[in-house]
């Protein structure tokens, strides 16, 4: 059974793909410079995205995403600085 947090987490990770996705896609390509890596770190974010336990919290999807994104790219670079 759906929480009725999933359920919002759901909701809000649908409009902001709807809305937001060809913008998230543009700021990763701008920071990884690889279209194919700014496609799975796009897939990270809304994953993380579905897993926000209060959707309804999310005042600005998009900051959001963006936030989200900033943090994956870090982490991504990491990973690739550190060699994994």
Do not use: S
């Not at 900051?63 to 900033?70: D, K, N, V």
């Amino acid at each position: 059974m759906e929480t009725n947090n999933a359920k919002a987490a759901a909701r809000l990770a649908r409009t902001a793909f709807r809305d937001h996705a060809v913008d998230l896609q543009r700021f990763l390509i701008r920071r990884v410079n690889h279209v194919h890596d700014a496609d799975d770190l796009a897939q990270e974010v809304f994953a993380r995205l579905l897993r926000v336990r209060d959707a309804d919290l999310v005042r600005t999807p998009l900051a959001y995403l963006l936030g989200i994104a900033t943090h994956v790219v870090r982490e991504f670079r990491q990973r690739k600085h550190d060699g994994r």
